[in-house]
C-alpha cells in the first residue's frame, strides 16, 4: 500500500464523511423493519394539560403490534397543530382534561385541512366525568372547525366498531358515556370523540402496573377500552372497508 | 273552343264637368225655361207651351252634353292566360313501380297523365293557362315542355314544403292561378306542405301517383339501440317492421354481426299494412365497437330489397372499471390510494386487507374479529378475469397461496388483464416474487442483494419519456410538468430494483444519492396486458403533504386515475389513434382519414411506419397511401367512397421491428335520405294539402280531357284581357250630332213662328 499525502488523508477523511452521511440519509432495511410504521401522534396545545397520561400510547401499540398485521413505530411524534411536519403524520391523537387555550385561526384552518383531505383526530377526555372544561372546551373548538358538521353520536354499526374487533361496548377508564361521539362527512369521519378517558385505562407504569383503575368494570372494561383503541387505528388507516360489501354478511352473520 | 280575341262597344265622356258646374247649369236652364213657361202661358195653348219648352229642353241638354264630348269607343281585346304551375315530382322513390313490381314507374305515370293521348291534358290546359312546369325534390327548378318527358328521378330528398314556396315565390309578383302537383306524396324532408301553403292563398291540385292499395313491401323501418352498451350488461335492442301486403305471413328477424348471427325471432304479420316492434336482447362480451344489422329475407313482389336490413353499430364500453387490491397490512399507501378509487365513479373495486398475519396472536374468540377469509382459491382461480386490474399493495403471497396461482396472474396479463405492484417491506423481491412468474411479467428486475427496502428520503424525478407518458404527464405543458413534479415531496423509502427491464418503459427515477436514477415507476406491456411497478409504499406523501403545503391533492388523484386508466388501457390512452372528418358520408363524397401516433412512451414519434388498411363494403380492399401531416406521428389518407355500405379501416403503426399499437375505425357510407327506404306512397297528405289550399285531390285515372274545366271550376280564377285596338267616335264632331241640335233648335222656332210667339 502506498503512503498518502497529508492534503489525500484529508481528502479522503472528507469523502467519508460524506459516505456515511448519505448511508444515514438512505441505508437499506433490515429483513424485520417495517418501510412504513404506524406512528401514534399527540397534539401539543397550549394551556390545560395536553399529556395527562404520557405513556398510553406505549401500551396501545404494543397492542396493535402484537395482535394485528400493522407495524407500529415505538416512538411517539408530538407535534403543535401549526408544526410544519403535521401532514406526514395522518393520524393524531389529542387528550387533555382540564381547559385549554382556544386555537389560533391559523391551528383551526390547519386542521380543518387536515380532516377534510384525509387525515384523522381521535379526542380523548382524559377528566373522566360529564361536563368537564375540557369536553366545553372541545366542542366549542369542533363547532369552529366544522360549523356545517355538528358532533354526533357515532352508531353501533359504524365502521369504528367493525375496524378489526366487534366491538360491543364503549369503554375508557371511566363509563361517562355509552358511545362514541364523531363528525362524520361523506362516510368518513374524520374525528372522533371519546368521553371515557381511553387514555387513562391504557396507560402503565414504568413498574408494568396500570397507572389507573378502570371503573366500574375493572381488567374487562380495560380490555375493551383497547379494542376500541385498536379499532380506531385500525378505522383510520382502512376507512370504511368493513363496510364494503363483501364483508357485511360475514360480520352479520357473527353478530348473529 | 273560346276565342282568344273580341270586341266590345263602350260610351264614355271624355271630358267630365264638376258637379257645381252640372248644378249650376241646371238651375238657370231650370230657372230659364220656368221663365219661359210662365211668360207663354199667358199667349198660347198649354200644349204648345209644354212642346216649345220641351224641345228647348232637348237643345239645352243636347248643348250641356256636348260640353263632356260623348265617345263611343270601340276596343278590341285579348285574353291574358294566367300562369299555372305544374310540378312533376322527381326524387328517387318516383322510381318505384307505380302498382304492383314490375309495373311502369310512378315518374313515368306522371308523364303519361299529362302527354298521353297526344297531350291533350296539357293542350286542354294551355288554352286557358299558361303552363309552367317544373320539377321539384329538394328544390323547385324550371323545366321546358321537352324537358318534362326526359327528366329521371334522381332527386335524393324530397321536400315538398320547400318545393311549393320556391314556386310561391317566384310569383310573388304576379298572379298564379294555381298548382297542379304530381307526386307520390313521399315527404323526406321539411315540414309538412299542408301546414305550409294553407295561407297562401294558392289552390293546389295535387295528382297522386302511385297505388298504394297494391304497394307490396317490407321493411326494417328502425332500430332502437341505446348510444352505447356495458360489456357484461343485456341490452335490448327495439327493431320496428313495417308491411304492405304481407297479410297472415310469418316473416322471420335475424340479428347479426359483421355477418354472425347472434339471435332470430318471427314476427307475423296479421294486417296488410301493419307496423309491429320486435326485441332483441344481447349481452356484449367485450368492449369495442359493434357492426350489427337486423335483417329480413326477401319476399315476393316486394318494391324494395335494400330496406329489408337495418345496419347499425353499438359502442360497449366497460360499465365500471374493475379493480382487485390486495393489500399486505393496513397502511396509510391503501388509504389513499382507497380514496382515490373512490372518488372515481368509473372506477369499482374490491379490497382486501391481511388485518392480522399468521404470527399475530389474538386475544379473543374468532367471533369477535371482524376479520373475513381471504378466498384466495376463489380470487386467483375462478374470479381473476372478472377485473381488469389487479393491485398488490406491499403484498407478499408466501403466506397466503401457492405460486400456482402466480402462473394465473401471469396468464391473466398474457390475456389482457393488469398489474400493478405497489412497494414495500413485503413486496417485490422481500414478498418472494424473485424467480415466479410475477417477476416475469413485472417491468424492472427484482434486486437479489438483500437490500430490498431502502429507508431515507428520495425525490422522483420524470425521465423523459415521464414528461410525455399520460401516467406522470400532470399538466398539459411539459415546463408545468417538469415544475410540478419538483414541487412532489420526497419519499421516505423505496424499493430497491436492479433495473428496468429493456422492454419496459421508466417514469420516474431517484432522483439523488447514492441510489440516484434507480427506477422508482416503470411500466411495460406485457401479451395483451400491462404492469406497472411502483417501487415505494410512500406515495400517499404526493397527496396528504402536499395538502399540508396548501397545493392540494389534485394531482395525485390525477396521478392514480390515469394510471389505472393507462393499465386497463381506456380508449382515451391508446398509442394509434385512428379518426375520420365525419362520423357518416355520403356516397361519392371523399373521405379524410386522420391517424395520430405515440410511441411506446406516449411521444409523437416521426419515424413511425403506418400500415393502413381500408376495407369497402364487400370486403375488398381499397388501395389508400398515408403520408405525414404537418405534426411528428401524424399521417393523413383520403379516399373517395363510391360504394354504400360499412367501410372498415384498419391502422397499424409500428417502429423499426416493434409493433406500436393499433386502431380500428368503422364509418358508414349511406345516402341521405331514405327515398328508397320507406316506398309507400302517402296520397293522404296530398289530400291534406288540396283540402288546405282549397285544391282537390285528383287519382291519375281521374285526370281526363275536360281536366281542363274541372280546373277553372276548382281553382275559380277571373279571366284576365289584353286592350289589343280600341277607336273612338266623338258624338260632337259628328255631323249627325250637329244637325239633331239645329234640328230641335229648328223644330220649336218653326212653332213659335206659326203660333206668332217672339
Known amino acids: ?256 | 273552343m273560346p276565342e282568344l280575341t273580341s270586341t266590345h262597344l263602350r260610351f264614355a265622356f271624355a271630358q267630365g264637368l264638376p258637379l257645381w258646374q252640372l248644378i249650376l247649369i241646371g238651375l238657370l236652364v231650370a230657372a230659364y225655361l220656368g221663365h219661359q213657361v210662365w211668360y207663354l202661358r199667358r199667349k198660347a195653348a198649354t200644349w204648345l207651351v209644354l212642346v216649345v219648352t220641351g224641345l228647348r229642353l232637348l237643345g239645352l241638354a243636347l248643348i250641356v252634353t256636348y260640353l263632356t264630348n260623348p265617345t263611343i269607343l270601340t276596343q278590341t281585346l285579348q285574353r291574358i292566360p294566367i300562369p299555372l304551375a305544374v310540378l312533376l315530382d322527381t326524387s328517387e322513390s318516383m322510381t318505384l313501380p307505380a302498382g304492383s313490381a314490375g309495373d311502369m314507374s310512378r315518374l313515368q305515370q306522371g308523364r303519361d297523365v299529362l302527354l298521353k293521348g297526344n297531350a291533350q291534358v296539357l293542350q286542354r290546359l294551355a288554352q286557358d293557362f299558361d303552363l309552367r312546369f317544373y320539377r321539384v325534390d329538394e328544390h323547385a327548378r324550371a323545366l321546358t315542355r321537352e324537358e318534362l318527358s326526359q327528366v329521371a328521378g334522381d332527386g335524393r330528398t324530397t321536400n315538398l314544403t320547400q318545393s311549393l314556396l320556391d314556386v310561391q315565390q317566384e310569383y310573388r309578383d304576379t298572379p298564379l292561378a294555381g298548382m297542379v302537383l304530381l307526386s307520390d306524396g313521399i315527404v323526406t324532408s321539411g315540414g309538412s306542405p299542408a301546414d305550409a301553403m294553407r295561407h297562401t292563398g294558392i289552390p293546389i291540385v295535387p295528382i297522386g301517383l302511385g297505388d298504394p292499395e297494391q304497394y307490396r313491401d317490407i321493411q326494417i323501418a328502425a332500430v332502437q339501440a341505446p348510444d352505447f352498451a356495458f360489456v357484461h350488461t343485456g341490452v335490448d335492442l327495439e327493431v320496428t317492421v313495417k308491411s304492405w301486403g304481407y297479410k297472415g305471413q310469418a316473416i322471420p328477424l335475424v340479428l347479426k354481426q359483421e355477418g354472425r348471427i347472434l339471435s332470430t325471432t318471427s314476427v307475423r304479420l296479421e294486417e296488410e299494412h301493419v307496423t309491429r316492434r320486435v326485441t332483441f336482447s344481447m349481452t356484449p362480451k367485450e368492449v369495442g365497437r359493434y357492426r350489427l344489422s337486423v335483417e329480413t329475407p326477401v319476399q315476393v313482389g316486394e318494391a324494395l330489397r335494400a330496406n329489408n336490413r337495418k345496419d347499425f353499430q353499438l359502442l360497449v364500453r366497460r360499465d365500471k372499471i374493475r379493480v382487485l387490491i390486495v393489500s399486505g397490512r393496513p397502511s396509510w399507501n391503501y388509504r389513499f390510494l382507497r380514496r382515490a378509487l373512490k372518488s372515481d365513479p368509473s372506477i369499482e373495486f374490491i379490497s382486501f386487507i391481511i388485518l392480522r398475519t399468521p404470527t399475530d396472536m389474538v386475544n379473543v374468540p374468532e367471533d369477535q374479529l371482524s376479520l373475513i377469509p381471504f378466498p384466495t382459491n376463489r380470487l386467483f382461480t375462478e374470479e381473476l378475469d372478472n377485473f381488469d386490474l389487479l393491485i398488490f399493495d406491499n403484498f407478499s403471497y408466501l403466506p397466503y397461496f401457492p405460486m400456482l396461482y402466480l402462473e394465473n396472474i401471469r396468464k391473466f396479463v398474457a390475456d389482457g388483464g393488469a398489474l400493478a405492484m405497489f412497494g414495500g417491506d413485503q413486496t417485490f423481491e422481500l414478498g418472494g416474487y424473485s424467480n415466479t412468474p410475477i417477476e416475469e411479467i413485472l417491468p424492472v428486475v427484482l434486486d437479489r442483494s438483500g437490500q430490498g427496502y431502502v429507508h431515507g428520503s428520495v425525490k422522483m424525478a420524470l425521465t423523459p419519456q415521464g414528461l410525455q407518458h399520460p401516467i406522470t404527464k400532470v399538466a398539459a405543458d411539459l415546463e408545468e410538468t417538469k415544475r410540478i413534479w419538483e414541487e412532489m415531496p420526497a419519499l421516505r423509502g423505496f424499493n430497491r430494483a436492479r433495473r428496468p427491464k429493456p422492454e419496459a418503459v421508466t417514469l420516474g427515477v431517484a432522483l439523488d444519492g447514492p441510489y440516484s436514477d434507480l427506477p422508482l415507476l416503470s411500466i411495460m406491456q406485457y401479451g395483451e396486458g400491462r404492469t406497472l411497478a411502483f417501487l415505494s409504499d410512500q406515495i400517499w406523501r404526493w397527496n396528504f403533504e402536499l395538502v399540508g403545503a396548501k397545493k392540494g391533492n389534485y394531482h395525485y388523484l390525477n396521478l392514480m386515475r390515469q394510471m389505472v386508466r393507462w393499465l386497463v388501457k381506456d380508449p382515451g390512452l391508446q398509442t394509434v389513434q385512428l379518426f375520420a372528418d365525419k362520423g357518416a358520408y355520403q356516397p361519392g363524397d371523399s373521405v379524410e382519414l386522420g391517424v395520430r401516433v405515440l410511441d411506446h412512451t406516449f411521444s409523437p414519434t416521426a419515424d413511425a411506419q403506418l400500415n393502413l388498411m381500408l376495407q369497402d363494403p364487400q370486403g375488398q380492399p381499397i388501395r389508400v397511401n398515408a403520408t405525414p401531416g404537418t405534426e411528428p406521428g401524424e399521417f393523413i389518407a383520403s379516399f373517395k367512397a363510391d360504394g354504400e355500405g360499412a367501410y372498415r379501416v384498419e391502422a397499424e403503426a409500428r417502429q423499426g421491428e416493434k409493433r406500436l399499437g393499433e386502431d380500428v375505425l368503422i364509418f358508414d357510407v349511406t345516402p341521405s335520405t331514405t327515398e328508397l327506404t320507406d316506398g309507400a306512397p302517402e296520397h293522404e297528405s296530398l289530400r291534406q294539402l288540396a283540402d288546405k289550399t282549397g285544391g282537390r285531390f285528383f287519382r291519375p285515372a281521374e285526370v281526363s280531357s275536360d281536366f281542363a274545366s274541372m280546373l277553372h271550376a276548382i281553382l275559380k280564377r277571373d279571366l284576365q284581357y289584353r286592350i289589343i285596338d280600341e277607336r273612338s267616335l266623338h258624338l260632337r264632331h259628328t255631323l249627325s250630332g250637329f244637325l239633331l241640335l239645329v234640328a230641335l233648335f229648328g223644330v220649336e222656332w218653326f212653332l213659335r213662328r206659326r203660333a206668332g210667339l217672339a
Not at chain 1, 85 to 93: A, E, K, T
Not at chain 1, 129 to 134: D, I, L, T, W
Open chain 1, 1 to 256: 500500500m502506498s503512503p498518502i499525502t497529508r492534503r489525500q488523508f484529508i481528502w479522503r477523511l472528507g469523502l467519508g464523511g460524506l459516505g456515511v452521511r448519505a448511508w444515514t440519509r438512505a441505508r437499506a432495511a433490515s429483513p424485520d423493519e417495517p418501510s412504513t410504521p404506524f406512528m401514534f401522534t399527540q397534539v401539543r396545545y397550549s394551556g390545560g394539560d395536553w399529556d395527562p397520561h404520557p405513556g398510553a400510547h406505549v401500551e396501545l401499540l404494543k397492542e396493535v403490534q402484537r395482535r394485528t398485521s400493522i407495524e407500529v413505530s415505538s416512538q411517539r411524534f408530538t407535534p403543535m397543530l401549526t408544526d410544519p411536519d403535521l401532514f406526514s403524520h395522518p393520524f393524531l391523537y389529542l387528550s387533555g382534561a382540564l381547559d385549554f387555550a382556544p386555537f389560533s385561526a391559523e391551528a383551526i384552518a390547519t386542521l380543518r385541512r387536515f380532516l377534510n383531505f384525509g387525515g384523522f383526530i381521535l379526542i380523548d377526555d382524559a377528566s373522566g366525568y360529564r361536563g368537564s372544561p375540557f369536553d366545553r372546551r372541545i366542542r366549542e373548538e369542533v363547532k369552529r372547525i366544522f360549523p356545517e358538521h355538528p358532533l354526533e353520536r357515532l352508531p353501533s354499526d359504524h365502521a369504528v366498531f367493525r375496524s378489526y374487533y366487534l366491538v360491543r361496548a364503549v369503554t375508557g377508564r371511566r363509563l361517562v358515556s355509552p358511545s362514541l361521539e364523531g363528525v362524520t362527512i361523506d362516510e368518513w369521519t374524520p374525528l372522533v370523540y371519546s368521553q371515557n378517558d381511553l387514555g387513562g385505562a391504557w396507560e402503565r407504569d414504568h413498574l408494568g402496573k396500570w397507572v389507573q383503575e378502570c371503573l366500574p368494570g375493572g381488567e374487562s372494561q380495560r380490555f375493551q377500552a383497547f379494542m376500541l383503541g385498536v379499532n380506531i387505528i385500525m378505522y383510520a388507516l382502512t376507512e370504511n372497508y368493513k363496510k364494503d360489501k363483501i364483508h357485511i354478511p360475514f360480520i352479520n352473520r357473527k353478530l348473529g
